[in-house]
């Protein structure tokens, strides 16, 4: 006969019973610091190339984009680790740095900041009464895109191979100063200017995304095809974490040997 387990018992098992939130360092707080992270990332970057694309031209789109990435990691940098980009979580994970589970939470999360982000640069977008050209003028609402949604016509492979290499250096930085030896205290200086000079390549070309969040949200609210061409922007920046996560753990490894 089994015995009686006491109410209390039952109730202090469960208790400790781990869950996936666990599993997060910095439990509901971190991933709530990634949402609005990501939404903030979104509604000034994307709103910068909607409302001021003209005055502000690629110069000004990839600044804004780098600037407001550098506010946020010593924002919540200490809280999350600033990741705001699924590729950066990808790479976080396969250089064992993050639990897999944990970054998982973390990309769903900032899927869903992206969207809110898009949503509020579209409701912003619906109260201006009209707008004129600029590097952004044959996209709808920031999207990314190729072929005809691309300034320079580039082709579907041509924008998979950019974004991976822009992804690829974008998290090979986030990897490299986040880790070992080396100046402490300058890793978001270091993260910004990389994203900014990435978007004076990209946005000619693709628009720029290196994070599929940011290319998800805006894409569904396009009024153009940018939902039919998002795909490539959610395939493409894992495949660049993946390559980045390779080299950076190569150069350790060969770093670490050579010190041995």
């Known amino acids: 006969m089994q015995e009686a387990v006491a109410p209390g018992a039952v109730r202090a098992a469960a208790a400790q019973s781990p869950t996936a939130i666990d599993k997060v360092d910095g439990g509901w707080p971190a991933l709530a610091a990634e949402f609005v992270g990501t939404a903030v990332l979104v509604f000034f970057g994307v709103g910068t190339a909607v409302f001021s694309d003209v005055n502000a031209g690629v110069l000004g789109i990839a600044i804004a984009f780098g600037f407001v990435l550098v506010a946020l990691v010593y924002a919540i940098g200490s809280i999350s680790g600033c990741h705001v980009n699924p590729a950066v979580t990808i790479g976080m994970v396969l250089a064992r740095r993050m639990n897999p589970i944990a970054g998982a939470m973390y990309v769903l999360v900032q899927f869903a900041g992206g969207i809110i982000g898009a949503l509020l640069v579209y409701w912003v977008s619906h109260t201006i009464r009209a707008r004129s050209g600029g590097p952004f003028s044959r996209k709808s609402l920031g999207s990314n895109g190729y072929g005809g949604n691309s300034d320079l016509f580039i082709s579907a492979g ?59 949200g805006p894409a569904i609210f396009a009024t153009n095809n940018a939902l039919s061409q998002v795909w490539l922007f959610i395939v493409a920046p894992p495949v660049g974490a993946v390559l980045a996560a390779g080299i950076h753990m190569l150069i350790r490894r060969r770093a670490a040997e050579s010190t041995a």
């Open 158 to 216: 041509g924008a998979f191979l950019v974004e991976v290499i822009l992804t690829a250096l974008l998290v090979l930085i986030v990897l490299s100063v986040t880790s070992g030896p080396g100046v402490k205290g300058l890793e978001g200086v270091a993260i910004g200017l990389s994203l900014t000079a990435i978007h004076l390549v990209g946005i000619p070309l693709t628009g720029t995304s290196v994070n599929p969040a940011r290319s998800l």
